[in-house]
């Protein structure tokens, strides 16, 4: 007589509970004071390029994305996201 095998335990899913994201300040400042469109350098690694893009973290910081302006050997430009503070406007 042939036995009926179990079907195996499915894998707990991830849950995030909302009580576990740490609250947002109330006040959260909205002017960057760097625009998209503007060209920056790093004043750590001196990456130069465009600002394509802004996002506010849960850490209450600013990044931008960073983005050369011209492909390199064929292929898309570089991005990269660095802090509001590590950067300064260029001419």
Known sequence: ???KR???AASTPLVIKIR???PLPRKVQ???GLPIGTKVRDEVTHFEGVITALAYHITDEWRALVATKSLQDGFMPAARWFSVQRLTPIG
């Open 1 to 3: 007589m042939a036995t």
């Open 20 to 22: 576990d994201i740490p």
């Open 6 to 8: 179990k079907a195996p």
């Open 30 to 32: 909205t002017d960057v």
